[in-house]
C-alpha cells in the first residue's frame, strides 16, 4: 500500500472511531458549509463538515476542504475537537485544534516531476465565534494548519 492510502486509511480509522464513540442522548448533530481564504497559498477554499457535541461545552467538528491552488489541487481532512470558551447571549467563542490530513497534488508543475501528490500530517490550531441559535448560524474561524506547508485560513461558513 502506497504511502499516501496508508495515511488516508489510517486517518479515516481515526475519525469513524471517534464519531462512533459514545455520545450524550441530547447530542445534536449539524451540518455546516464554509469558505474563505488560505493565506499563505493566497487561494479561496469551500468545504463542509459536521458538528455534534461530545460533554459539556466539547464539539467534534470534522470537516473537508478544497483550495483553489494553480497550478493542481489541494485538500485537508480535518478533525477538529473545540471547546466553548464562553456563551454571550446568542453567541459562542470557543478555541480548540485536531489532526489534519494534507494532500497537495502539483500537476503539470514541472518543479515537483518526481513526487507530483504530496501526502502530510498536521495539526490545527483554531478559534472562532458563532451564532447558537437559529435554523441558519453564521460563524467566523481563524485557525493555523501546522504541517510542512503551514498555512493561516479564515474561514466564514452557515451551520444548519
Do not use: C
Not at 26 to 52: C, H, M, N, W
Amino acid at each position: 500500500m502506497s504511502r499516501n492510502r496508508l495515511a488516508l486509511a489510517a486517518f479515516a480509522i481515526l475519525a469513524t472511531a471517534v464519531m462512533a464513540a459514545p455520545r450524550p442522548a441530547q447530542a445534536q448533530v449539524d451540518l455546516d458549509l464554509r469558505g474563505g481564504v488560505y493565506t499563505d497559498a493566497d487561494s479561496g477554499f469551500v468545504g463542509g463538515g459536521i458538528l455534534t457535541g461530545l460533554t459539556a461545552g466539547w464539539y467534534f467538528n470534522p470537516n473537508v476542504e478544497y483550495v483553489f491552488v494553480d497550478p493542481g489541487s489541494l485538500w485537508t481532512v480535518n478533525a477538529d475537537f473545540h471547546y466553548d470558551i464562553t456563551r454571550a447571549g446568542d453567541w459562542s467563542i470557543w478555541a480548540g485544534g485536531g489532526p489534519a490530513l494534507v494532500v497537495r497534488d502539483y500537476g503539470n508543475d514541472r518543479r515537483h516531476r518526481n513526487d507530483n501528490t504530496t501526502t502530510d500530517l498536521g495539526v490545527n490550531a483554531l478559534a472562532g465565534i458563532g451564532l447558537v441559535h437559529g435554523p441558519v448560524r453564521p460563524f467566523f474561524q481563524a485557525k493555523v494548519l501546522l504541517s510542512n506547508d503551514t498555512q493561516g485560513v479564515l474561514a466564514f461558513g452557515l451551520r444548519f
